[in-house]
């Protein structure tokens, strides 16, 4: 998404339209993001609002060498993945989310597939959940996501396949396995 570089240049001076003009620009996939890493929809609000006030006061150190929508987004990531790490060190020990206690945000408009996903991706431990947000859903690579997150190369691939298998799991009732031999063409073995 290209954002107008004199509306950039506004913001930068302190033009609060110009501000805003970014923010409905660009607020659905940055506060999208910050919820999929977080899956706590209250504490994904609050870190969003941090994320913003982040942006705008990065603002003038925006370069131009990428797009606006780039730059927000890393910083979006940055700043989410600081703040889950706070909140690590001040609980002291990291707790699953009980799968009883999954909050999703109901909206009419969402199918139900979607929904589905989304809770089975809230079920996945901070850790599973950070890596399969950024590598399957973001697109980053396991390299970059071993730097964001401060782990290894393999520990975000092996992060990434208990994510996967959990989800497999957590979706399988979604999956019709009415007749699993003739979707998989398998034939059974003759003695």
């Known amino acids: 998404m290209a954002t107008d570089p004199l509306t ?53 150190t925006w370069r131009g060498d990428s797009q606006f ?17 706070s909140v690590r060190r001040i609980a002291k020990l990291e707790v ?8 999703v945000d109901e909206d009419m408009d969402r199918s139900f597939l979607a929904q589905s996903i989304d809770e089975a991706v809230q079920k996945l431990s901070p850790g599973a959940r950070a890596v399969f947000v950024l590598h399957d859903i973001e697109g980053y690579t396991h390299e970059e996501i ?7 190369s393999g520990g975000s691939k092996s992060q990434l396949f208990k994510a996967r298998a959990k989800l497999r799991r957590l979706l399988a009732h979604l999956v019709d396995v009415s007749s699993p031999a003739q979707d998989r063409n398998y034939v059974t073995p003759l003695d």
Do not use: K, Y
């Not at 302190?14 to 504490?43: K, T």
């Not at 699953?96 to 909050?103: K, P, Q, R, S």
């Not at 071993?146 to 290894?152: C, F, H, M, S």
């Open 69 to 85: 929508s780039t730059w927000a987004h890393r910083i979006a990531v940055n700043r989410t993945l600081n703040a889950l790490r």
């Open 96 to 103: 699953g989310i009980e799968d009883d206690t999954v909050a």
């Open 146 to 152: 071993a730097q964001e997150l401060g782990i290894t």
């Open 8 to 60: 950039i240049r506004r913001a930068i001076n302190g033009d609060e339209s110009a501000m805003r003009a970014l923010w409905v620009a660009h607020a659905p996939r940055i506060d999208a993001v910050v919820r999929r890493l977080v899956g706590d929809p209250d504490q994904a609000a609050d870190i969003a609002q941090e994320v913003w006030i982040q942006i705008f006061r990065a603002l003038p």
